[in-house]
């Protein structure tokens, strides 16, 4: 059973813990985000925010590059797995100066992209450049991809036809 | 211990660098003995030479298997970077290996314990990258065979001293053997399986 620690004798190694997962956790929400943004609204948000802090000199630690990956699905949801085929998919790697190192990947075959998404991805890391990318450049990506896909979501529902049978006799 | 965050990056233009790096490594192979030049474009990681690590980035993926020497295989450094930017697995065993990186001459094996393909697939054979000291200085050697009109010289120094002496094992096996690729910085020559070299005195 896990201990319950009193307070005032917060375990560092779980708080270290706690930490990395809300990191992982931040990254993994700005990640799905960022996959789903077109790469111009990215680098415009970016360019913004750039007129605000000056943004920390970076490199590539890997150059943008494309690959496959197999897509893996399964019969009926829950069946045997399948392979179902390949996708290009793009990668970049990022690093900042001050060491953070960001991954990017993306379908298709924008470089640029990987690379813009590698770029967030460290600065997210970064204790001076998360809180400002989180709210000028993921936030508004966010609004943007909730509003497109709650558009798609009404688009369809508009053509929803229900199928009901009418009850016969009854007069 | 190195995290990525301290790793040398890899080439700034992938496509360019490793089509030269190619170009060059291919030179020295057609011309055995004469010194091609690599243009470095990537971070070197310790205990690498700028064109062992553009020759690395060039010809390792993950379906070559690598052997390091023992001053390689020690540095987490080296193994990391291979790893993160080629994706090469690392074998002890140096009967399977398709490279073989040494750092410093005195820790090459026997020769004859590395692949050395098989009379129908003659390729299947490790190609030794071996770091020596200089490529423009030092005992001259006289080498033969096919891609040389005639004679070419080398002057070089390198260790083992009896490299060339020990590589005439290959003469007996062709088609099989090992080619051997020397670098000094960002110097190449290839020993291809089929020169032969006498040496000439410094």
């Known amino acids: 059973m896990r201990q319950v620690l009193s307070k005032g004798s917060v375990n560092p190694v779980t708080q270290h813990n706690t930490q990395h997962n809300t990191q992982q956790a931040q990254r993994k929400a700005a990640m799905a985000v960022l996959a789903h943004a077109e790469a111009g609204e990215i680098a415009a948000r970016l360019r913004d925010l750039a007129l605000d802090v000056a943004l920390p000199p970076h490199q590539d630690l890997r150059a943008p590059e494309n690959g496959l990956v197999m897509l893996r699905g399964r019969a009926g949801g829950d069946g045997a797995p399948f392979n179902l085929g390949e996708a290009t998919v793009s990668r970049a790697a990022v690093r900042l100066a001050s060491g953070e190192v960001g991954f990017g990947y993306t379908l298709g075959r924008d470089g640029e992209k990987a690379r813009l998404i590698a770029l967030c991805d460290a600065l997210v890391q970064s204790r001076d450049f998360g809180g400002a990318v989180e709210r000028d450049v993921i936030a508004p990506l966010r609004e943007q991809l909730m509003v497109r896909r709650k558009q798609a979501a009404a688009e369809t529902a508009a053509t929803k036809v229900d199928f009901y049978t009418m009850v016969r006799g009854e007069g | 211990m190195t995290t990525i965050a301290e790793l040398p990056p ?168 090992i080619d051997v690729v020397l670098v000094a910085d960002d110097a190449v020559v290839a020993i291809p399986r089929t020169a032969r070299i006498v040496s000439k005195g410094s």
Do not use: C
């Open chain 2, 10 to 177: 890899g080439f700034a233009d992938k496509v360019l660098s490793a089509q030269s790096t190619f170009r060059s490594v291919m030179d020295a192979m057609a011309r055995p003995g004469s010194v091609q030049r690599i243009v470095p474009g990537a971070g070197t990681p310790d205990r690498m030479m700028r064109g062992t690590a553009a020759i690395a980035l060039t010809l390792f993926d993950h379906d070559t298997p690598l052997w390091l020497d023992a001053r390689m295989a020690e540095s987490s450094d080296v193994l990391k970077w291979l790893k993160f930017h080629t994706g090469a697995p690392v074998v002890q065993d140096t009967s399977i290996a398709s490279f073989a990186l040494i750092s410093d001459g005195a820790l090459l094996p026997a020769l004859d314990r590395f692949a050395l393909g098989t009379s129908e697939y003659p390729d299947r054979s490790t190609t030794v990258i071996l770091q020596v000291e200089r490529l423009d200085a030092g005992r001259s050697f006289e080498l033969r065979g096919p891609g040389i009109d005639g004679a070419a010289r080398l002057q070089a120094s390198i260790r083992p001293f009896d490299l060339f002496e020990r590589l005439a094992f290959n003469e007996p096996l062709f088609p099989r053997g």
